[in-house]
C-alpha cells in the first residue's frame, strides 16, 4: 500500500510538473492562461506552445471567461479573438467577436516580454473561433491557435 500511494504520488507530482494546466473552471467562471512566446515552437510566435491551430482552449457556452494574458516571448505580442473558418493572416481589435475579447487596447503593438494582461468576456455564442496575434506579420507566422465555445462541454479544456 505504502509503495503504492508513493508512486502515485510520485505520477501526479510529475504531471504536474511537466504540464500545469493553463484552464480553471469555477462554475460559470472559467480562467485561460494564455501565454505568448511559451518555447521555441513555431520559432516563438506561439499561444501555448501552440501555432497554425493545432492547439485547442474549448469553454462551455456562457461562461465568463477571464484571459490571463502573459508575454514570455522576447518579441512583442498581443491576442485577438475573431472568427474560425479560413486560417487568419491578420487581427486588430475590430475583429473581436466579443467585447473585452482582446489585449492590449492597441493589438497592432502588443505587449512587450515579461508583461502581463487581464480581460474578462462572456462566451455567449457557442462555435469555433481562433486566438490570433495582432502585432503585424505574426498570424502569417502561424501565430494563432483555437478557442472552442461549446454547448456540451461542462468544464474548460486545453489540448
Ligand atoms: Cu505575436
Redesign the pocket.
Known amino acids: 500500500m505504502q509503495v503504492s500511494s508513493a508512486l502515485l504520488i510520485s505520477a501526479l507530482l510529475g504531471t504536474a510538473l511537466a504540464a500545469p494546466s493553463p484552464v480553471q473552471t469555477k462554475g460559470h467562471a472559467v480562467t485561460l492562461d494564455l501565454i505568448?512566446?511559451q518555447g521555441s515552437a513555431n520559432g516563438g510566435?506561439n499561444f501555448n506552445g501552440g501555432a497554425k491551430g493545432n492547439r485547442t482552449f474549448t469553454v462551455p457556452l456562457g461562461s465568463q471567461v477571464t484571459i490571463k494574458f502573459t508575454n514570455m516571448?522576447t518579441?512583442?505580442?498581443?491576442f485577438v479573438i475573431r472568427k474560425g473558418g479560413a486560417a487568419p493572416t491578420d487581427a486588430d481589435a475590430t475583429d473581436a467577436v466579443f467585447p473585452a475579447a482582446y489585449a492590449p487596447a492597441r493589438v497592432e503593438v502588443?505587449i512587450k516580454s515579461g508583461m502581463h494582461q487581464q480581460v474578462t468576456f462572456t462566451a455567449k455564442r457557442a462555435g469555433s473561433y481562433y486566438i490570433v496575434?495582432?502585432?503585424p506579420g505574426?498570424?502569417m507566422?502561424g501565430?494563432y491557435i483555437r478557442l472552442m465555445i461549446s454547448k456540451t462541454a461542462k468544464v474548460a479544456s486545453f489540448q
Do not use: E, I, N
Open positions: 505568448a512566446g510566435m516571448g518579441l512583442a505580442h498581443s502588443g496575434c495582432g502585432v505574426h498570424a507566422a501565430q
